[in-house]
């Protein structure tokens, strides 16, 4: 089992910036591919970013591309987002997850928190 809590959410104006932490415990850390998605209201769970195990390679969603960055920590067992040039558009709740592959599919993600608002006001 892999144990993950999210923070750092809260209120943020238009073009501000947040960053989210989501520190993880139980199995090693690093074994673990670490995701970020979000749900909105109303709308469907949807990949944000992903880091590799190593913290090598990352990956973005086309909606967040350039203005937000994923980063880890595996000394810490830490994941990062850091979140640039917020857009109303991007508030909804926003969750870790742990997966053994590098993926954008949330059904292919073991383990998740259980969640930090974003809301981002116009």
């Known amino acids: 089992q892999v144990q993950l809590v999210e923070s750092g959410g809260g209120l943020v104006q238009a073009g501000g910036s947040l960053r989210l932490s989501c520190a993880a415990s139980?199995?090693?850390?690093?074994?673990?591919?670490m995701g970020w998605f979000r749900q909105a209201p109303g709308k469907e769970r949807e990949f944000v970013a992903a880091?590799?195990?190593?913290?090598?390679?990352?990956q973005f969603a086309d909606s967040v591309e350039g203005r937000f960055t994923i980063s880890r920590d595996n000394a810490k067992n830490t994941v990062y987002l850091q979140m640039n040039s917020l857009k109303p558009e991007d508030t909804a709740v926003y969750y870790c997850?742990?997966?053994?592959?590098?993926?954008?599919?949330?059904?292919?993600?073991?383990?998740w928190g259980q969640g930090t608002h974003i809301t981002v006001s116009s």
């Open positions: 139980g199995r090693t850390f690093s074994n673990y591919v």
């Open positions: 880091i590799s195990r190593s913290g090598g390679i990352t």
């Open positions: 997850a742990a997966s053994k592959i590098l993926s954008t599919i949330a059904p292919e993600y073991d383990y």
